[in-house]
């Protein structure tokens, strides 16, 4: 029997996995697993001129391979539009949101958005939908970074909940569908650390439950870059799942994985031994 609440995996189907995601992947598969809590799979999809063709049915085959069964139903944001929807006017009630139609090139000199459309709560055409900050502060202790405070006003300001081009923002989604019950646990690569505070602040706006958060370290080129798609990260070779496994292990404080093993079994003893409280903060290089 699983406990109530769980973890999940939160993938864009932008590409397939590489050694980078397969990290975040096992690290909140092994949080969940150590915890007795499900596990949950949900495709990021919304940002749809990204999406690669076939790039979500690759995702899952790879977790497959690797042994990272997930719990229930694979879910996909693109399927849950009318909950944003709801969302959205949830702060719209609340006098949270305006409409904002500066163009990139003049916010790119603010790295505070500088309020310019705050007077616009009424909806107009060919505008990004804000919500404000005010003057909101988020804390909270993440499992593995410690404790972190912000004021959104300096992080960033007023940020943007639905896209001038209609599609919901990522800060807006992730929020409502870790917010909505089933997920407990965030855990997740170093870089997201930053958004957190705006997420956090959704949840709180719409009255949702706050996840605990724990923030993973990355793995990083010799440059000290993040592996990822943008960087031409190699995809995972998936007729070696458990040696791609013992490569990520160590980067989340789990050494001396047994060399024979396979990916579950694997999996299972880092399970024994995993611990958010001993991943090291900084980095791996890969
Ligand atoms: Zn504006």
């Given amino acids: 029997m699983k406990g109530v609440g769980g973890g999940r995996f939160a993938p864009s189907p932008t590409g397939p996995l590489h050694l980078g995601s397969l990290l975040a992947a096992v690290a909140s598969f092994l949080d969940a697993r150590r915890q007795g809590v499900a596990w949950h799979v949900r495709l990021d999809d919304l940002d749809t001129p990204r999406n690669a063709a076939g790039a ?103 940020f943007v909940v639905r896209r001038r081009d209609g599609l919901f923002a990522y800060q807006l989604a992730t929020a409502v569908d870790d917010g909505d019950g089933a997920v407990t646990r965030v855990i997740r690569g170093r870089d997201l650390l930053d958004t957190t505070a705006r997420q956090v602040l959704v949840m709180q706006r719409l009255g949702l439950p706050v996840p605990v958060y724990g923030h993973v370290p990355l793995l990083v080129d010799r440059a000290g870059r993040k592996l990822s798609k943008q960087n031409h990260a190699a995809p995972l070779d998936l007729d070696r799942p458990a040696d791609n496994l013992r490569r990520v292990l160590p980067a989340l404080g789990l050494d001396g994985a047994p060399a024979d093993a396979g990916s579950e079994a694997l999996l299972s003893w880092a399970a024994d031994r995993f611990d958010l409280a001993r991943v090291p903060r900084h980095d791996s290089v890969s």
Avoid at 59 to 65: D, H, K, P
Avoid at 117 to 136: E, K
Wanted: charged share 30%.
């Fill in 56 to 158: 979500d049915q690759a995702i899952l085959v790879a977790l497959e391979r690797h042994g990272l069964h997930w719990d229930g139903p694979v879910v996909r944001q693109s399927e849950r539009l009318p909950r944003y929807h709801e969302a959205l006017d949830v702060l719209a009630r609340q006098g949270l949101l305006f409409y904002c139609r500066c163009p990139r090139r003049r916010l790119r000199d603010h790295a505070t958005y500088p309020g310019t459309c705050r007077r616009h709560t009424a909806p107009r055409p060919d505008s990004a939908v804000r919500l404000r900050v005010d003057d909101a502060r988020v804390s909270l202790t993440d499992l593995v970074q410690g404790e972190q405070h912000w004021r959104l006003a300096e992080a960033g300001g007023d």
